[in-house]
């Protein structure tokens, strides 16, 4: 059944999904991969259509199946589709571009962190409401980390106590990440490092186990596995 976004909602999410998957091994690009007989794209999506907050879907596919990728969503949710770019923030901004100006709020979200649950939109999104320009989902690091030379000798042991792994959705006021994407000169490896870049802050709240990213052939196996338990 498709899903019905709320017209009141005061969300647009923009999903990145053009990415080859190079480190997940050959195959068709990484968000139209199966788990559990299903794309990426298509658990990603159903799970941002689920926030009862999101009125607006804008999916960034790979050129060559914008159209293949407008069929495969039709059942799932009302989205737009857009061709994304060489890099992910350029599918960022492409899909950025037809968000519309009366939204307030916008949540960025890999399609490859596939099983975000739609609790974690909502957290993100109530974060930006109560007046964050911008907003990130994070867990604690659980390794020590050393800083290492290229040699491969151990430089030193880096206080995990400060250090986050970050995830997505990331939140912002659609204004703030207009003006970070119009300023990047260089590239981000996430949304939030833009908006850092213009001096405003960025606030973290609790991210999921269940935002894991698919990077990795063992991330497909772990997320096979979280299915079971969502
Ligand atoms: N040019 C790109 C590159 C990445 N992405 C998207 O950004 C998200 C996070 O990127 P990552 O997990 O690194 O995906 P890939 O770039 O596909 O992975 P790899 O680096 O292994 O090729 C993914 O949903 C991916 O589809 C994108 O929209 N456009
Ligand atoms: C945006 C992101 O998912 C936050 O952790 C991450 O930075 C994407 O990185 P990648 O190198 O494109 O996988």
Known sequence: MTAQLNARGDVAVVVPAAGAGVRLGPGAPKALRLLDGEPLLVHAVRRAAAAPSVRVIVVAAPAAEVESVRVLL????????????????DSVAAALDVVPDDVGIVLVHDAARCLAPADLFESVAAAVRDGADAVIPALPVVDTI?????????????????????????????????????????????????????????????????????????????????????
């Open 74 to 89: 039709a059942p799932i949710a009302p989205v737009t589709v857009v061709a994304g770019g060489a890099e992910r923030q």
């Open 146 to 230: 050393k800083q290492v030379a290229t040699d491969g000798t151990v430089l030193g042991t880096v206080d995990r106590s400060v250090l986050r792994a970050v995830q997505t959705p990331q939140g912002f006021r659609l204004p703030v990440l207009r003006a970070a994407h119009a300023a990047a000169a260089d590239l981000h490896t996430d949304d939030a490092g833009a908006v850092e870049k213009l001096g405003r802050p960025v606030v973290c709240v609790p991210g999921s186990d269940f935002a894991l990213k698919i990077t990795r052939p063992l991330d497909l196996a772990l997320a096979t596995h979280l299915l079971t338990l969502a």
